[in-house]
Each structure stands twice: as structure tokens, then as C-alpha cells.
């Protein structure tokens, strides 16, 4: 079974600090890609960052980065300089070589003024 | 055309009635999911279409569940004799070209069943 794991129901992190979110997965797939979506208070769910399992390279987006460990089926997500915008739940969601995301249980951040 | 749009955004509905949501996705996107969401949890997929095609659904999608896409267009899922275990956000997504690029997602219509 594929399964997607995020460790810490809850964080919160001090403005203009930053954060690491946690996902561990099980897979027995070798090419995959992964995503992290932010789900905003009553607000949709919108694409924070993707890597591709085949690169070795972590994904980088201004703020938002990723630790891809391959071997340990590790992708959490840090996040500097956060800001309030940052406050949401936070979703670990890989695709494992199909068409639907497995989606985590979510990490609920907030951002502490 | 600025995102994928669903209605109603909320639906209270007594138990044993049947409910039916509808999904615009962008234009251009062929493929189109729906997914649960309960409280608490992450969205658990329910079923997806490539243009008017059902292609897969899952196990939690049971017989009192249908879903269609007329036209490779907007997409409705009915619900039929809704039970309490239902409540809950169902949420639409759209992409072009599947699981390896961004999924879209609507705002969720919103399921009580009483």
C-alpha cells in the first residue's frame, strides 16, 4: 500500500523564522513526483512546491524549499523568512506514478506576530 | 476563466435525499479529479476523468455515487440517499496533463447531512 505519513499535527514558528514540515511515504515506485499544497482557512488548496523523484536536485521556490531524501522516502518542506500569508494547513501529496495524489494528513502552521 | 469553480459552496441536505454538485475546471485542463475531504484529514480521491471518460474510481466511491463529465466539460457528482457518514468537503480539481503537473483546485462545496 502506498502510504504518506506527516508526523506533526501542529506547528508554529515566530515570524521571519523558519520552519521545517515533515512527510515520510512508502512506495515500492521508483519514478514518482511530489507535491506540497497549502489549503489557506476557507480558501482552495494552491500548489506550494513539486520535485520530481528522478532529480536529485531539491526543488526551490523564493522561500520554500524541499530536503528530497529518495532512499529514506523523506520530502519535507522548509519554509524561511515566514510570514503571516504563511499561516494553512500544509499537505504532503505525492503522485506515485499514477494520475491521483495521495494525499498526507496535514500539518496545520501558524505563524506567531 | 480564473480557476476551477464549484457549486453550491454549501449543502445541507436531510438523510435519504439525493444531492448532486457540479465542477467547472479551467477550460483548457482534460483531466478533472474529485476528491473527499472529512475533517481532520487530507482529501482522499474519489474518482477522475480524462476529457468525458471515467477512468478510475475509487473503492470509497459506492454504488450511491456517480459521477459524469457530459462533453470533456464541467462535471457533476450526485450522491444519492445521502447518509450522515457523507458529510463532508468535496473538492474538484482540474489539470493538463495529470498526475506529474499542478493540480487545480476548486474552493470544495460543503456536505451536511442531517
Known amino acids: 500500500a502506498q502510504t504518506v505519513t506527516q508526523s506533526q499535527p501542529e506547528m508554529s514558528v515566530q515570524e521571519a523564522e523558519t520552519v521545517t514540515l515533515s512527510c515520510t511515504y512508502d512506495?515500492?515506485?521508483?519514478?514518482?513526483?511530489l507535491f506540497w499544497y497549502k489549503q489557506p482557512p476557507s480558501r482552495q488548496m494552491i500548489l506550494v512546491i513539486r520535485?520530481?523523484?528522478?532529480?536529485?536536485q531539491n526543488a526551490t521556490e523564493n522561500r520554500f524549499s524541499v530536503n528530497f531524501q529518495k532512499a529514506a522516502k523523506s520530502f519535507s518542506l522548509k519554509i524561511s523568512d515566514s510570514q503571516l500569508g504563511d499561516a494553512a494547513m500544509y499537505f504532503c501529496?505525492?503522485?506515485?506514478?499514477?494520475?491521483?495524489?495521495?494525499f498526507g494528513t496535514g500539518t496545520r502552521l501558524t505563524i506567531i506576530p | 476563466d480564473t480557476g476551477v469553480s464549484q457549486n453550491p459552496r454549501h449543502k445541507i441536505t436531510k438523510r435519504g435525499q439525493n444531492v448532486t454538485f457540479r465542477c467547472d475546471p479551467i477550460?483548457?485542463?482534460?483531466?478533472l479529479y474529485w476528491y473527499r475531504q472529512t475533517l481532520g484529514q487530507g482529501p482522499e480521491f474519489l474518482t477522475y476523468?480524462?476529457?468525458?471518460?471515467?477512468?478510475?474510481k475509487s473503492r470509497l466511491l459506492s454504488d450511491r455515487f456517480s459521477a459524469e463529465r457530459p462533453k470533456g466539460s464541467f462535471s457533476t457528482l450526485e450522491i444519492q440517499r445521502t447518509e450522515q457518514g457523507d458529510s463532508a468537503m468535496y473538492l474538484c480539481?482540474?489539470?493538463?496533463?495529470?498526475?506529474?503537473?499542478?493540480?487545480?483546485f476548486g474552493q470544495g462545496t460543503r456536505l451536511t447531512v442531517v
Open positions: 501529496a505525492p503522485n506515485f506514478g499514477n494520475e491521483k495524489l495521495t
Open positions: 520535485q520530481e523523484a528522478y532529480k536529485q
Open positions: 476523468f480524462q476529457n468525458e471518460a471515467q477512468l478510475e
Open positions: 477550460s483548457e485542463h482534460n483531466r
Open positions: 512506495t515500492s515506485e521508483s519514478d514518482y513526483y
Open positions: 480539481a482540474s489539470s493538463l496533463y495529470g498526475g506529474v503537473t499542478e493540480a487545480f
